[in-house]
């Protein structure tokens, strides 16, 4: 396959001058990464709210404890995703997130936000014994003691678990193309700004090829590169990596 010289833009960054036009164009690289990367953790929540729907169905019914399981751990992921996505806050070294403007949601995507980010934060990040789903607690452990056959307290335990919540499911489905086409707009006007920030800050084709990697090896192979050079002028893609 024959396809053009690939140059790391985020390495070339660290090689960049001092100026105030380089200057500018290293924190526009990581402004368009950091926009790329929040996209790509809601299109994987999209994808686990799909193979969530299609396990559940429009019906409630009964599942095994290997569905169970899935169930959960698809619900649990597609929360903690749209939330590293639009609420997270970054320390320093960490991505962070790309915020929702609150002045462009209706009040019903305004609580579907919140109610998620919410349960992120009370039930699944952390655990707050008080956090509710509609009138029921998100977790629930109760300490009790039963008698024994002679006569003697014997303390045991039971826990219950939130498989999952058709509520929650249905505010990710609502919510998720919402951000999706927010934060993707901004990744495309970031991208912009870093096609004009390449042009402003007189990079030399020497420094630009200095950072040339394969990117076969990078993105595993011809059919992925080809498909990768095709989405160029638009948002972005994907690819997955087995290891």
């Given at each position: 396959?024959?396809y053009?010289?690939f140059t ?89 997130s ?45 300490l009790?003691?039963?008698?024994s ?46 096609q ?15 950072h ?22 638009k ?9």
């Open positions: 396959m024959n053009p010289p790391d833009l985020l390495a070339l960054s660290k090689d960049l001058k001092r100026t105030t036009k380089q200057k500018k164009i290293t924190e526009t690289l990581l402004q368009a990464w950091r926009a790329e990367a929040c996209l790509g953790d809601l299109l994987q929540a999209r994808d686990c709210c799909e193979r969530l729907r299609a396990r559940v169905g429009q019906n409630d019914r009964s599942h095994d404890p290997e569905d169970q399981t899935v169930i959960k751990a698809l619900q649990t992921t597609a929360v903690m995703l749209y939330a590293r996505a639009t609420s997270t806050s970054g320390k320093t070294g960490e991505r962070g790309i915020q929702l403007s609150k002045k462009s949601l209706s009040s019903e995507q305004k609580e579907d936000h919140d109610y998620l980010i919410s349960l992120r934060n009370q039930a699944l990040a952390h655990v707050n014994p008080n956090h509710k789903v509609g009138d029921r607690l998100w977790h629930k452990v109760i009790f003691a039963v008698p056959a002679h006569g003697r307290w014997v303390p045991a335990a039971a826990t219950n678990e939130t498989t999952w919540h058709r509520a929650t499911l249905e505010r990710l489905e609502r919510i998720l193309p919402v951000a999706i086409a927010f934060v993707e707009e901004r990744f495309k006007v970031r991208l912009k700004a870093v004009e920030g390449l042009d402003e800050a007189g990079i030399g084709e020497a420094l630009l090829r200095k040339i990697f394969d990117p076969i090896e990078v993105f595993g192979s011809e059919a992925v590169v080809a498909r990768i050079l095709a989405s160029r002028g948002a972005s893609d994907r690819f997955w990596v087995n290891e």
